[in-house]
Structure formats: structure tokens, C-alpha cells
């Protein structure tokens, strides 16, 4: 069994909901992936059902009508639009938070659930784990996966260790 295919079977369809939201935002470029699965990319991966997603601001309504046509339910938060199909656990977040619009341009293509999908680049996620990380509203154990991400990066790319917060790296020790 692939990869895909496990993610497929563990997530209710998943994967295949993956594809068709790529299929969608390609559409409506630019857009990358910027969260947990955008560090899979770069490290040993570890599970996550969350799709965390930079668009541009102004396709946001546009994507949305998209994804509603396609089955998805979209749910508003101050920071993010969600979407979820109906029986999946996959779950979409759009960050709305403006300081992301800076990581589309600069994305490069990667595979992701079997297909070459946009990822920030490294360095820019690392920008947005420290912002997440930092963010004392969210709940904890939000934060510390966080860590957990930027930990992962630390070990594998000690070079890129000078743009993680020190208290974070020290841990390395």
C-alpha cells in the first residue's frame, strides 16, 4: 500500500479530496501548502490531517464558491477560512492572516498525497511556525506541534537553525 493510499483509507478519502482541492486553487493560482504537510516535504514525515493553505487574499471568494460546488462545508474563524467535505477528516485552513501573502511567488513544487502540488519554501515556513508558535491564543498543544515542526527542521537543516527562536533550538543541546 502507498503512502496515498494509507492517508486515503485513514483520512475517509482524504487524498482524494486533497487532489480535487489542488485541481481547484490551480485554477485560481497562485497558492501554496505552508503548514505541517509542507514540512513532510522537507523532513521524515509525521501524520496530519490538516491542510494548512496560502491563497490570494482576493481568490478567496472565488475558491470558496469553487469548493462549496464541490461538496465542501466552509466555516469562518477570525485567522482562517476552513473547509471539510462531508465524511472526510481532512480539514482545509486558509490562512487569512496577511503576513502569508509574502510566501506565494517564491513556492516551489513538490509531491504531496501522489501529486506535484506548490510549497512554500523552507525558510518561509519556518516564518510561519515561529508566528504560530508565538501565538499565545492558540491552544497549547497547537503550539507545541509547532515546536515538535521546528524542532524537526532544526535537526535536519543545522544551517537553518539561526531563523529558529533559540529557546526552541536549545532543546538540540
Excluded at 465542501?72 to 496577511?98: M, V, W
Excluded at 502569508?100 to 515556513?125: C, H, K, M
Aim: hydrophobic residues 40%.
Amino acid at each position: 500500500m502507498t503512502a496515498t493510499e494509507v492517508f486515503e483509507s485513514v483520512t475517509n478519502g482524504g487524498a482524494s479530496d486533497f487532489a480535487d482541492v489542488a485541481a481547484i486553487l490551480n485554477r485560481n493560482k497562485p497558492w501554496c501548502l505552508i503548514g505541517g504537510l509542507a514540512v513532510n516535504c522537507f523532513v521524515e514525515p509525521v501524520y496530519t490531517i490538516d491542510v494548512d493553505l496560502v491563497v490570494v487574499a482576493k481568490n478567496l471568494p472565488q475558491i470558496q464558491r469553487e469548493l462549496e460546488a464541490a461538496g465542501f462545508a466552509i466555516q469562518r474563524f477570525e485567522h482562517s477560512t476552513n473547509a471539510q467535505r462531508g465524511g472526510s477528516k481532512l480539514n482545509l485552513q486558509f490562512t487569512t492572516d496577511p503576513r502569508y501573502q509574502d510566501f506565494l511567488g517564491s513556492e516551489s513544487e513538490r509531491q504531496v498525497l501522489g501529486i506535484a502540488v506548490p510549497v512554500a519554501t523552507l525558510e518561509n515556513i519556518i516564518r510561519g511556525k515561529v508566528w504560530a508558535w508565538q501565538d499565545a491564543t492558540r491552544r497549547l498543544s497547537k503550539r507545541k506541534k509547532d515546536e515538535l515542526d521546528l524542532l524537526r527542521i532544526a535537526e535536519a537543516y543545522p544551517e537553518l537553525r539561526r531563523l529558529i527562536p533559540t529557546q526552541i533550538v536549545e532543546q538540540l543541546k
